[in-house]
């Protein structure tokens, strides 16, 4: 870890789980992201940060294929990303949205075997990976019989991180998982992502638009501004070596990192 | 001797057995199918009298005779003779020549028998009355505007002409009529026949078309218009049948030629509408008639109660199967026109223009195809095609209402586009689909009344009679099952709901 550490991304020794070659999308005359090369390593937490509009959600729907590129390609554990290995791509990645994403006529439990009974998995090792994860996300078994309406929504988090993890996942993608959470249960919730992250040891990008949230789960931090990365690094290197006034102007704009 | 073994094993089998019986069974049957006779008549107390007497005298000849009541038209019946629905009809020559045959002025009935023979069609001979068209009032206003016949309208332009449809609309009806007398009344409405004379008694309207057989002519005070210009063709009674009928029920209609005069016509009228009851009216005809054969069997008479749940199953029946092919039909045209395009357009286009075809002009539509014409089967598909929008356009709606998130979330998590449909978009989509197939129900109790129009029963039967004789008491025989069904129907779908639409969708909005 110690070499990771000290280089940005692009340099990094270690294997890619995911890569962005010169991959950009465009909707008409609006461009989402300009063409961008951007790497994620195996076994790396690398949070995705800008205002709203910077492409980082984009990112995040190019990878697994909800959208196509516009030009330039992602490379998904060595492989391209095309029509005949999306399912293979999704059913190895794990998806959490900022709502969970739960679809509301399956109880929990349904909600997190779905993938696994339509791949007619065994029951048993359903069960079983249904209790490990139970125990990870630290959802009490009996509330997984209730509805989504029925669960609160730092629940329905833990839940949906149950159905993105039920495959065992290279990778895992969250998209805001925490934005819609009151600060308590935010904060819990992102202690215990921390702890499953550093135990699972999985590749995992993260969309948020709270630095302190980055800062704490990510090992790296990658800033975007409409539709182009401003700067790649750690909280510090933002902090004592901004590439563009907007880095600064980004930061203060968050108050929890400023002294009150 | 191999054959003889053979057989005697196929006896020991039982279901060897069973299967021989059924095909003597079959047989039996279809030699039984052979003596069926099937009697038509409009929708008219005249008409159905005439075929309540055949249905007797068929009945009485050895034959299984059936009569389709009050099927419509002129067009609807020969339609139906035609191709071989019905065997037999009552019709009048006028009719005939005016209508079927296009050929007015061929009132002769020699001449009619010539041109109806490459038809395939044969006619009795006349029945012995001539119910002809005529216009009548009633006796006090006729004798304030010193009004006798047609040609006294002439300086009465401002009266109010009440005629039914089919006579406003018929190549010797009001139009040629009116223009032949020089009338020029600027009033002239279509009123249903029955309807006319409540509407006549009450001054609503002066004059209207009456037959002159009509029991309500003497019933109502009512005087007929002298035809002094011969305007009106000859109309007498004639049975039209099939070249193809067993010459034994042609002999069993013939008993009936030359038996009935405007008298005695006007008087069975007037019995079916007192009695509300045609059967007892035709057995009139047996009692009264000096020529006619005795009565072996009597007409049987259904009770209220038991016409009244045949024709609810019969309804039942209508409404099931056509809703049934519907829901089989519509829920993949409405997952294909959920993707918005022209072919969603399209679908959902024709299924609206299918929807607003009013349900006679539908069934004039059907009618003439080959293996649908006066029977149960165009009322289902009648039926079935006013069932196609309300669920397609729901099960479209239900799918384009799933949220933008949880089909992205579907794809993301690897299911593949079948599973997103039957696991993600149909399921909750359930509701605004069951809620299109319950308008579709609900609306087909009601129109299933239309299969009433084309002999095919249900509720619509008595409703149809009952508008014909404007008697109240029927029309509600077959208007309060059919609301009490409907409601009945709703209900069975509030269940449905909740065995249908999974839990999740019934709970409350979901917290934050």
Same mark, same amino acid.
């Given at each position: 870890?110690?070499?990771?550490?000290?280089?940005?991304?692009?340099?990094?020794?270690?294997?890619?789980?995911?890569? @962005? +070659?010169?991959?950009?999308?465009?909707?008409?005359?609006?461009?989402?992201?300009?063409?961008?090369?951007?790497?994620?390593?195996?076994?790396?937490?690398?949070?995705?940060?800008g205002p709203s509009g910077c492409g980082k959600s984009t990112l995040l729907r190019l990878i697994i294929g909800l959208i196509q590129p516009t030009s330039g390609q992602v490379v998904f554990d060595g492989k391209p990303v095309g029509e005949d290995?999306? @399912?293979?791509?999704?059913?190895?990645?794990?998806?959490?949205?900022?709502?969970?994403?739960?679809?509301?006529?399956?109880?929990?439990?349904?909600?997190?075997?779905?993938? $696994?009974?339509?791949?007619?998995?065994?029951?048993?090792?359903?069960?079983?990976?249904?209790?490990?994860?139970?125990?990870?996300?630290?959802?009490?078994?009996?509330?997984?019989?209730?509805?989504?309406?029925?669960?609160?929504?730092?629940?329905?988090?833990?839940?949906?991180?149950?159905?993105?993890?039920?495959? &065992?996942?290279?990778?895992?993608?969250?998209?805001?998982?925490?934005?819609?959470?009151?600060?308590?249960? +935010?904060?819990?919730?992102?202690?215990?992502?921390?702890?499953?992250?550093?135990?699972?040891?999985?590749?995992?990008?993260?969309?948020?638009?709270?630095?302190?949230?980055?800062?704490?789960?990510?090992?790296?931090?990658?800033?975007?501004?409409?539709?182009?990365?401003?700067?790649?690094? /750690?909280?510090?290197?933002?902090?004592?070596?901004?590439?563009?006034?907007?880095?600064?102007?980004?930061?203060?704009?968050?108050?929890?990192?400023?002294?009150? | 001797?191999?054959?003889?073994?053979?057989?005697?094993?196929?006896?020991?089998?039982?279901?060897?057995?069973?299967?021989?019986?059924?095909?003597?069974?079959?047989?039996?049957?279809?030699?039984?199918?052979?003596?069926?006779?099937?009697?038509? &008549?409009?929708?008219?107390?005249?008409?159905?009298?005439?075929?309540?007497?055949?249905?007797?005298?068929? &009945?009485?000849?050895?034959?299984?005779?059936?009569?389709?009541?009050?099927?419509?038209?002129?067009?609807?019946?020969?339609?139906?003779?035609?191709?071989?629905?019905?065997?037999?009809?009552?019709?009048?020559?006028?009719?005939?020549?005016?209508?079927? #045959?296009?050929?007015?002025?061929?009132?002769?009935?020699?001449? *009619?028998?010539?041109? #109806?023979?490459?038809?395939?069609?044969?006619?009795?001979?006349?029945?012995?009355?001539?119910?002809?068209?005529a216009l009548c009032m009633t006796e006090k206003r006729a004798q304030e505007l010193g009004i006798t016949k047609i040609s006294d309208l002439k300086s009465h332009a401002d009266l109010v002409v009440g005629v039914t449809p089919e006579f406003l609309?018929?190549?010797?009806?009001?139009?040629?009529?009116?223009?032949?007398?020089?009338?020029?009344?600027?009033?002239? /409405?279509?009123?249903?026949?029955? #309807?006319?004379?409540?509407?006549?008694?009450?001054?609503?309207?002066?004059?209207?078309?009456?037959?002159?057989?009509?029991?309500?002519?003497?019933?109502?005070?009512?005087?007929?218009?002298?035809?002094?210009?011969?305007?009106?063709?000859?109309? /007498?009674?004639?049975?039209?049948?099939?070249?193809?009928?067993?010459?034994?029920?042609?002999?069993?209609?013939?008993?009936?030629?030359?038996?009935?005069?405007?008298?005695?016509?006007?008087?069975?009228?007037?019995?079916?509408?007192?009695?509300?009851?045609?059967?007892?009216?035709?057995?009139?005809?047996?009692?009264?008639?000096?020529? $006619?054969?005795?009565?072996?069997?009597?007409?049987?008479?259904?009770?209220?109660?038991?016409?009244?749940?045949?024709?609810?199953?019969?309804?039942?029946?209508?409404?099931?199967?056509? #809703?049934?092919?519907?829901?089989?039909?519509?829920?993949?045209?409405?997952?294909?026109?959920?993707?918005?395009?022209?072919?969603?357009?399209?679908?959902?286009?024709?299924?609206?223009?299918?929807?607003? *075809?009013?349900?006679?002009?539908?069934?004039?539509?059907?009618?003439? *195809?080959?293996?649908?014409?006066?029977?149960?089967?165009?009322?289902?598909?009648?039926?079935?095609?006013?069932?196609?929008?309300?669920?397609?356009?729901?099960?479209?709606?239900?799918?384009?209402?799933?949220?933008?998130?949880?089909?992205?979330?579907?794809?993301?998590?690897?299911?593949?586009?079948?599973?997103?449909?039957?696991?993600?978009?149909?399921?909750?989509?359930?509701? &605004?689909?069951?809620?299109?197939?319950?308008?579709?129900?609900?609306?087909?109790?009601?129109?299933?009344?239309?299969?009433?129009?084309?002999?095919?029963?249900?509720?619509?039967?008595? *409703?149809?009679?009952?508008?014909?004789?404007?008697?109240?008491?029927?029309?509600?025989?077959?208007?309060?099952?059919?609301?009490?069904?409907?409601?009945?129907?709703?209900?069975?779908?509030?269940?449905?709901?909740?065995?249908?639409?999974?839990?999740?969708?019934?709970?409350?909005?979901?917290?934050?």
């Amino acid at each position: 870890m110690g070499t990771t550490e000290r280089g940005p991304p692009w340099t990094m020794q270690n294997a890619q789980m995911v890569e @962005l +070659r010169g991959a950009s999308k465009s909707y008409g005359s609006t461009v989402a992201l300009h063409p961008t090369d951007l790497s994620f390593a195996i076994g790396q937490t690398t949070a995705l940060i800008g205002p709203s509009g910077c492409g980082k959600s984009t990112l995040l729907r190019l990878i697994i294929g909800l959208i196509q590129p516009t030009s330039g390609q992602v490379v998904f554990d060595g492989k391209p990303v095309g029509e005949d290995n999306l @399912l293979e791509i999704r059913r190895s990645t794990g998806y959490v949205i900022q709502d969970g994403g739960l679809f509301p006529h399956l109880t929990a439990e349904e909600n997190v075997s779905l993938v $696994a009974r339509m791949m007619e998995m065994d029951s048993g090792k359903i069960q079983t990976r249904i209790d490990e994860l139970s125990a990870l996300v630290r959802i009490p078994r009996d509330l997984l019989s209730r509805y989504p309406g029925e669960l609160s929504g730092g629940q329905r988090q833990r839940i949906s991180l149950m159905r993105a993890l039920m495959l &065992s996942p290279k990778v895992l993608l969250l998209d805001e998982p925490l934005a819609a959470l009151d600060p308590m249960v +935010r904060a819990a919730l992102q202690t215990d992502l921390k702890r499953i992250f550093e135990e699972l040891g999985t590749t995992v990008i993260l969309v948020t638009h709270d630095m302190g949230e980055a800062a704490y789960l990510g090992q790296t931090i990658v800033l975007l501004r409409e539709g182009k990365i401003v700067q790649i690094g /750690k909280l510090e290197d933002f902090q004592k070596a901004p590439k563009e006034p907007f880095v600064t102007e980004f930061l203060n704009a968050q108050r929890s990192l400023v002294a009150l | 001797m191999r054959r003889t073994r053979n057989s005697e094993r196929g006896t020991r089998n039982p279901l060897l057995r069973i299967l021989s019986t059924l095909a003597i069974l079959c047989v039996t049957c279809g030699a039984l199918a052979q003596q069926t006779v099937t009697v038509g &008549s409009k929708k008219f107390t005249e008409s159905y009298v005439l075929g309540e007497i055949a249905k007797k005298l068929l &009945s009485d000849a050895g034959f299984q005779a059936q009569h389709k009541q009050g099927m419509g038209g002129t067009i609807i019946l020969w339609q139906a003779l035609k191709t071989g629905q019905i065997d037999a009809y009552p019709e009048y020559t006028g009719t005939i020549g005016e209508e079927i #045959l296009k050929k007015p002025g061929l009132n002769n009935l020699e001449d *009619i028998k010539k041109a #109806l023979e490459p038809l395939g069609i044969e006619t009795t001979g006349e029945l012995g009355f001539n119910d002809t068209y005529a216009l009548c009032m009633t006796e006090k206003r006729a004798q304030e505007l010193g009004i006798t016949k047609i040609s006294d309208l002439k300086s009465h332009a401002d009266l109010v002409v009440g005629v039914t449809p089919e006579f406003l609309g018929r190549k010797d009806g009001w139009k040629p009529l009116a223009s032949k007398y020089g009338l020029n009344m600027s009033n002239v /409405k279509g009123v249903e026949h029955a #309807l006319g004379y409540t509407a006549l008694g009450s001054g609503q309207i002066d004059i209207k078309d009456a037959y002159s057989t009509d029991a309500k002519l003497a019933e109502n005070h009512l005087v007929v218009l002298q035809d002094d210009l011969n305007y009106f063709p000859q109309y /007498k009674a004639v049975f039209l049948y099939r070249k193809q009928m067993p010459a034994a029920a042609v002999d069993a209609l013939r008993k009936m030629e030359g038996t009935i005069d405007e008298k005695r016509m006007t008087a069975l009228n007037a019995s079916a509408e007192n009695s509300k009851d045609y059967s007892k009216a035709a057995s009139e005809y047996f009692a009264t008639a000096p020529k $006619a054969p005795a009565t072996q069997t009597p007409i049987e008479e259904e009770s209220v109660a038991s016409s009244i749940l045949h024709n609810t199953g019969v309804h039942l029946l209508l409404v099931g199967i056509s #809703l049934l092919f519907a829901i089989l039909v519509a829920i993949p045209l409405g997952i294909v026109a959920s993707k918005r395009g022209p072919l969603s357009s399209f679908i959902l286009g024709t299924a609206g223009v299918l929807q607003t *075809i009013p349900s006679l002009a539908l069934l004039a539509l059907l009618v003439p *195809i080959a293996g649908l014409g006066i029977s149960w089967r165009t009322a289902v598909l009648a039926l079935f095609l006013y069932s196609l929008l309300p669920i397609i356009r729901n099960t479209a709606t239900g799918l384009q209402d799933v949220p933008g998130t949880l089909r992205e979330a579907a794809a993301a998590i690897g299911l593949t586009p079948n599973q997103q449909l039957t696991r993600v978009y149909l399921p909750m989509a359930s509701r &605004s689909i069951l809620a299109g197939i319950k308008t579709a129900a609900v609306i087909n109790v009601g129109t299933a009344t239309l299969a009433g129009l084309i002999g095919a029963g249900g509720l619509g039967e008595p *409703i149809i009679s009952g508008l014909n004789l404007n008697d109240a008491p029927t029309i509600l025989q077959g208007a309060i099952p059919a609301a009490v069904l409907a409601l009945l129907v709703q209900g069975l779908f509030d269940t449905l709901d909740r065995v249908i639409i999974p839990k999740g969708l019934r709970l409350g909005e979901a917290r934050p």
